[in-house]
């Protein structure tokens, strides 16, 4: 897999979007409603719904939305070091997000109702694809440049990191566990070590 589909976004659409960013930042998925995206954008539910037909189809736009962001923040790094560039990936999986816990709440909320809702399991398994993807690479470009063991599986590798991030999200949330993004970084760094260094 490459680079996930280039969704391009118009000004007033990312507008809409950010305004739905801090809607469900503020309500949750639950108690989100085109009106309340309304007045975090200044306008009607009627320029919503201009962009936009459905909350669902908003909603499967903004998952683009949050992938995309996550995709340039990543490019961004002017780097070719791999061990730099999983750190950078692994920060952004879980350091990063202990800002904005209130949005993985919502986004949680969402992969939820994803086996009930195939635009959002579409994006989720998207998501989830890329991240693998970009881990899985990273550690097989370690591999080749020998930064990292020339025994280790990048794609098991790679599963076994999106484990501990998806675990951590999880604790984070459902348990109200305020250490757990940082508990699972330093877990992944220890992973990094033990597995991927053993060796090199």
């Known amino acids: 897999m490459g680079d996930p589909p280039d969704r391009s976004f118009s000004d007033a659409e990312e507008e809409v979007l950010r305004a739905t960013y801090s809607a469900l930042r503020e309500h949750g998925y639950a108690d989100l409603t085109i009106k309340r995206i309304a007045d975090e954008y200044g306008k009607s539910t009627a320029a919503v719904h201009y962009h936009y037909d459905t909350k ?17 923040t990543i490019h961004e790094v002017e780097t070719t070091d791999p061990d730099e560039r999983l750190t950078l990936l692994l920060d952004q999986l879980l350091v990063e997000l202990e800002d904005h816990l209130d949005l993985l709440v919502a986004i ?24 693998r993807y ?11 440049q020998g930064v990292f063991d020339d025994d280790v599986d990048a794609e098991h590798a790679a599963g076994a990191l999106m484990t501990i991030v998806d675990g951590a999200r999880t604790r984070a949330v459902v348990l109200d566990d305020p250490d757990a993004l940082a508990t699972a970084r330093r877990t992944a760094e220890e992973y990094v070590e033990s597995v991927l260094k053993s060796g090199a």
Not at 56 to 72: G, I, P, S
Not at 119 to 127: I, M
């Open 134 to 144: 970009m881990l899985r690479t990273v550690i097989a470009d370690g591999i080749r």
């Open 56 to 72: 669902e189809e908003l909603l499967a736009a903004f998952l683009d939305y949050v992938l995309q962001q996550f995709v340039d």
């Open 108 to 131: 949680l909320e969402m992969r939820s109702q994803a086996p009930y809702k195939e635009t959002f399991s579409q994006r989720f398994e998207q998501n989830d694809e890329y991240v």
